[in-house]
């Protein structure tokens, strides 16, 4: 006796901008959708502000039963360009990976990201915007609320410096 199959888990690729719209459409016709988000802080406008944005820009996970739904018309919904496939059929995404995205997900939907260091204490850094731009100094430590601690070389003298850390990468 076999198992009857059940829906997997294939990718949707978006036009820009559109995962929200394409996944709206994609539930009308009756289809699953998972479209993991995290929380990203950006700045604009002088401004640090935290929004949601899309784990996988331009992508989302669609459920299909290949016995039971017809997959073609994914092709034709609002705000999808097209499946990720394998020649001309779907590309069934491994199993166990959405699941694993949902269970990093938080009380409020987001998928918690690994807050790992990037660089290590006397790595090299460069200052990307500010007063200090395109100022070199060395990586010294983290400090509460993302932010890095530098050590900038200025006027002969080590200065020590907490930035944001969005505001510096490696040199």
Partial sequence: MTSAPSPRWFVAHTHPHAEAKASLHLVRQGFEIYLPRYLKRRRHARKIETIAAPLFPRYLFVA?????????????????????????????????????????????????????????????????????????????????RERVTILLDLLGRKVRVVLGEDMVAAA
Wanted: some cysteine; charged content about 25%; hydrophobic content about 40%.
């Fill in 64 to 144: 299909v039963d290949m016995a039971v739904q017809r997959w073609r018309p994914i092709y034709s919904t609002v705000g999808v360009t097209q499946l990720v496939c394998n020649g001309d059929e779907p590309a069934a995404v491994p199993a166990g990976i959405v699941e694993a995205l949902k269970q990093r997900e938080d009380a409020d939907g987001f998928v918690k990201l690994n807050c790992r260091p990037r660089f290590r204490a006397g790595d090299k850094i460069r200052v990307l915007d500010g007063a200090f731009a395109n100022c070199l100094g060395l990586f010294e430590g983290l400090s509460e």
